[in-house]
């Protein structure tokens, strides 16, 4: 059964900084590509950022510059590393993994911009 949860996300004034992590169990983590999306308070949820097995990465364009996705292989985690966060980026963050034909979730976590 894969299984993925979130953590890092809380409060943190513009122009800060946060560190979310994803660790993930039941799959062979190193063979696939991790994905971050976020949904906003009555807005969509969207793709965020992308890791493949190889490390490639790819981003939305407003996080670009910004944000940095990460993984180890090792520990079966991967990292949204957050800069210069702006209250537009508040939202709830969510590990994503699409494997044996289906997308897994993780449960969340949440980023406050405030202050």
């Known amino acids: 059964q894969v299984h993925l949860v979130e953590s890092g996300g809380g409060l943190v004034q513009p122009g800060g900084s946060l560190r979310l992590s994803c660790t993930a169990s039941?799959?062979?983590?190193?063979?696939?590509?991790m994905n971050w999306y976020r949904q906003a308070v009555g807005k969509q949820r969207e793709l965020v950022a992308s890791i493949t097995s190889d490390s490639s990465r790819n981003y939305t364009d407003s996080v670009k510059g910004r944000f940095t996705i990460s993984r180890d292989n090792v520990r079966n985690r991967v990292f949204l590393e957050m800069n210069s966060l702006k209250p537009e980026n508040a939202a709830t963050f969510y590990c994503?993994?699409?494997?044996?034909?289906?997308?897994?979730w993780g449960r969340g976590t949440q980023v406050t911009i405030s202050g």
């Open positions: 039941g799959i062979n983590f190193r063979l696939y590509t």
């Open positions: 994503n993994v699409r494997a044996r034909r289906s997308s897994f």
